[in-house]
């Protein structure tokens, strides 16, 4: 139990990973809102060379780029059937009233490989490149301005942080509470519906039995080491910008208004 | 001098839903000078905590004044300035870390207090380096081990120029080595900045450190000065349910059978001790009494090879972690034993010896990768006997007071048995067998398991299985961080239920407790069997340290003592069996039952 991690994050040291994240975030929210414009097969060509490039930058098998397809692969899947049947124009193929034209065809592709690359494209960005604490973290300075209205920025990044840090705890603690209610007879994976919820309610009632001791406590350790809201505080990491930062920016930028010119420029 | 810490008729209360609030603490004063070590020891519930949080500036108290290095609690700035000042450290080494990484847990602190982020990482690499973290800074707090989780946290609060710790039963849930490398730790720490030490704790090694210990009883302050003083009072420790240094309970001993008293406050040290034992025994002719057969166990089981069947049979047993991945961590390797029905069998070894491991696979939590595992005969790789495994042999987890759920003990309890698919009546009559076993009254039924104290929710939970009628109880530390009245009370009925004829499997870190009860003891190092063997045997002559584990505190003393008296027997495991090896050898006479 002790080598999980955390979402999908594949460690490494590329440039990419490296990124400020908040530029990373902001970088993948562009390129997901441009690949939205995106219908011929130019463009796309040269986004998925662009995102092959990053890949190898960033050392990640194309295995684990593959992995974060599949838990959308349905959607996919389904989009491109609908997609296939449900345009007019040449007939390709016919089977009673079911007929795919080329039109479909094509335009079933279209959304198969713009949803992949939505998919991938925050993947190498975000999930495979960057620690749930940075994308935290991120999210707290992005928030940041918002605090001047009252928005408790802070709060919810602290809260997002400690929620991170028991996740493994809680996961061994379920795996122990699962084996010891085993060994009293309880079975999780025989047994008709109410068998099951009832041998659910055994994990589930100490889980949280334990989560509120462990909230309790942490929060008078928290206090004792002085924890007193954002009020006055200093942060260890704080997140700056550097050079590199700006020219990965610039480059990804330039790339998403290549890609667009040749959409919308049509030779 | 100037009083560090001085309280002046603290009362602080809980509310509770009855009428009656809980006085936690009551009427307590008390200064501390600064750089001194104080103990605080008392039974769970005694108020101890509470006081160490009063202190700490996490309570207000009720009425009185608390004022720490010139500052008095007001509940506002002040208090947060208390807070700094003083440090603490809690029981539960997960709950009390907050950063994802080590390096940023120890920011937290720095953090809060504003520290601006070039002198942090100054505080954090000298904090680290202090408790000797540095490695491991940008480690995820979960890849520690308890003891240096603990470090962690004296880590944090160094961050934070502290002038005070307190150490809330801070090693309660770490194992002896580890225990007396954090004591150390916090001691050095402590000589070297002049700091002063509060440590509420049950351990008397780590009291007998101090130089004033406080007795808590129910709120007040009941005995206090320098433990040479107040722990020369044997009665008042064990009125108080606390454990009594083992060379003054053996000097108390040969007191008793000799019939001469003490040397009064002669006997703190063990070289004092020593010495007054043997002035006790000069002369003597003739001993007073001695009950029964004097075997040094609690009980003298015999289970022979050729009369006692063979209930668990580990052959050729391995197990590797995270297997065929770069994770993989042997934890056992080619491990044969077998257990014999109606023995008490020990388990012992360092923290990742493989313990755990090996006894999860007595009741089949964990399938043998290679090698045979037979309990009862059944195979525990085959899924049709599983049912019938788990049903005779019941395990028992460390702390299982966590897995309670139901709202009633009696549900609880009756839980095992009915995912046995016993009767009602069958499980309405081992429900209440369990509960008498353990010690609990009928009253204790109907009420929630959440509203009992931790050690009679132990009690419960243990409860739980014995409701199953196994015919093998395996036990992981069954009486890990209670305090010591409690923690005997459970061992008694323990050792009961093996007397009755239950095979017992125990998994401890406390020799003393395996050397009294264990019938035979197996020690594993590194995945591997070191020994098997009878207690006597194992701790009497050998150098156990090269094992990974340490002698038990009462062998430790009679070796101590064999360098005073040739040809002693050390292998006594009881405070009585000792006293009368001791004065069997001392005195002129032979030792002569009345």
Known sequence: MKDITLGRYYPGDSIVHRMDARFKFFISIAMMIGIFFLTGVLPFAVYAIFLMVLIILTRIPLKQIFLSLKPILFIIVFAFVINLFSYQGTELWSLGRLTITYEGLYSGLRMAARLSLLIITSSVFLTLTTTPLNVADAMESIMKPLQKIGFPAHEISMMMSIALRFVPNLMEETDKIMKAQSSRGAKYDTGGVVARARGLVSILVPLFVSCFRRAEELAIAMEARCYNGAQGRTKLNVMKAVRPDYIMTGVCLLVLAVVLFLEFVRF | ?594
């Open chain 2, 1 to 594: 001098m100037k009083p560090f810490i001085e309280l002046k008729n603290v009362f602080f209360e809980y509310k509770l839903n009855g009428p009656d609030n809980l006085k936690a603490v009551n009427d307590v004063s008390m200064t501390v000078i600064k750089g001194s070590h104080v103990a605080v020891l008392g039974r769970n519930g005694s108020g101890k905590s509470t006081l160490a949080r009063l202190i700490a500036g996490l309570e207000q108290p009720g009425s009185g004044t608390i004022t720490v290095g010139g500052y008095e609690h007001d509940g506002g700035a002040a208090s947060l300035e208390i807070r700094r000042k003083c440090g603490i450290v809690f029981q539960n080494p997960d709950n009390q870390i907050i950063g994802t990484t080590v390096e940023e847990d120890v920011a937290f602190g720095p953090e809060n207090l504003g520290v601006p982020r070039e002198e942090m990482i100054v505080r954090i690499d000298d904090a680290l380096k202090a408790v000797g973290l540095t490695e491991k800074k940008k480690s995820a707090p979960h890849l520690l081990s308890g003891g240096q989780k603990q470090k962690l946290a004296i880590a944090g609060i160094l961050a934070m120029d502290p002038e005070c710790f307190i150490l809330d039963e801070a090693t309660s849930m770490l194992d002896p080595s580890a225990r007396k490398d954090f004591i150390a730790l916090v001691t050095s720490l402590v000589k070297e900045r002049n700091m002063t030490v509060i440590n509420i704790t049950h351990d008397m090694e780590e009291a007998v450190l101090s130089d004033h210990v406080y007795i808590m009883s129910e709120g007040t302050i009941v005995r206090h000065g320098h433990p040479a003083e107040v722990f020369d009072d044997i009665d008042l420790l064990k009125a108080q349910g606390l454990d009594v240094p083992v060379h003054m309970d053996i000097a108390q001993k040969v007191s008793d059978l000799t019939g001469r008293a003490r040397t009064p406050l002669a006997d703190f040290t063990r070289e004092g001790a020593a010495e007054d034992i043997i002035r006790m025994c000069k002369g003597i002719s003739c001993l007073k009494t001695t009950e029964g057969d004097s075997t040094g166990k609690y009980n003298g089981r015999v289970c022979e090879e050729k009369t006692h069947e063979t209930v668990l049979d580990v052959s050729e047993l391995s197990y590797t972690y995270s297997r065929d991945t770069v994770f993989a961590n042997d934890a056992l390797s080619e491990v044969s034993m077998s257990i014999r029905r109606g023995e008490l069998f020990g388990v012992i070894g360092q923290t990742g010896s493989g313990k755990s491991t090996l006894v999860q696979h007595f009741n089949g939590l964990i399938k043998p990768q290679s090698g045979k595992v037979t309990v009862l005969g059944f195979d525990t790789s085959r899924k049709d006997g599983i049912r019938e495994i788990r049903k005779h042999a019941g395990l028992l987890f460390q702390y299982p007071e966590h897995q309670l759920f139901e709202e009633t003990v009696y549900k609880d309890i009756a839980f095992g048995p009915k995912c046995l698919g016993m009767d009602e009546d069958s499980i309405h009559a081992s429900v209440m067998n369990a509960l008498e076993i353990v010690g609990l009254g009928e009253e204790y039924a109907s009420k929630s398991p959440f509203e009992l104290s931790g050690g009679q929710k132990r009690r419960v939970a243990i409860a739980g299985i014995i409701a199953m009628e196994p015919e093998i109880l395996i036990l992981d530390e069954p009486a890990a961080g209670l305090d010591p009245a409690g923690r005997e009370d459970i061992l008694r009925f323990v050792n009961d239920l093996a007397d009755s004829g239950t095979t017992v499997v125990l998994v401890s870190h406390n020799m003393d407790d395996i050397a009294k009860m264990a019938d035979r003891v197996l020690v594993l190092k590194g995945g591997k069997v070191m020994s098997c063997t009878s207690p006597e045997e194992l701790f009497s002559e050998n150098d156990v340290s090269e094992f990974g584990i340490s002698l038990p505190v009462i062998t430790e003393f009679m070796m101590f003592m064999r360098s005073f008296v040739p040809g002693l027997d050390v292998s006594g495991f009881t405070a009585d069996a000792c006293a009368e090896s001791i004065v069997s050898v001392l005195s002129d006479g032979k030792v002569v039952s009345a």
